[in-house]
């Protein structure tokens, strides 16, 4: 007989997983996170963390090392934006979502984030998974951009599988043969994944559309598909951003949109709730 995966409802009898961050029960309590693409300085990461607090998310976002297409491009600012990350934690309270690129920089990054963010193009750097699944912190793993449930589970396996049960998963879009956006928003994949596992599930507009635009309308769409929490690109000045400015909300743009999806998330679960 095959034992049955981690991940499985069948194997945690159908109950629920939630992974705690700093107090926040993501599974149960909505996860609303927020930043910058990547940490560009202090004053930067400071200003859109006040931003975010005040619209209403309860996690910082913030990339220090940035995993770039291109060898060119900005690729983060290291120690330097942990430090700032920290900082910015200790001004707003926010716990800190950053990304892990490096099986060698995984014990240290760990030392200053609160979760640690695997991205699409590391799902499946297994060296990388186990190390994060050792460390035990709370992990959001991205789904590849070519993956498919069953490997993006997989995935989560390999962390599970080192005793490390906080993993929380994050949508963000997948390549198709559309062009107008970045990537395409696989909706379905929220109640897909609530049907086979008990693990969280979140998910990105920002990245899965590429455009400010969309990002509002996605997010209520995500809220309404069931989605645990949406993480979302946020600038103070998205015009000056070093990466992926044509996705970022203004802290305006966010605070407009946190406003529905905070109401909207709200009246789901007060409406669920008098259904059942
Ligand atoms: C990110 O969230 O900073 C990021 C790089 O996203 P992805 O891995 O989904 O491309
Ligand atoms: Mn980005």
Known sequence: MTRAKLYSLESSGQKRTTVNVSGIEVGKDFALIAGPCSVESEKQTILTAM????????????????????????????IKGLKILAKAREETGLPVVTEVIDTRDAGWVSEFADVLQIGARNMQNFSLLKEVGKIGKPVLLKRGMNSTMAEWLDCAEYILAEGNPNVILCERGIRTFETYTRNTLDLSIVPSVKEVSHLPVIVDPSHATGRQSLVEPMSLAAVAAGADGLMIEVHYNPAEALSDKEQTLTPEMFSRAAKKILALRTYITESLNLLS
């Open 51 to 78: 931003a975010v607090k005040e619209a209403g998310a309860n996690m910082l976002r913030g990339g220090a090392f940035k995993p770039r297409s291109s060898p060119y491009s900005f690729q983060g600012l290291g």
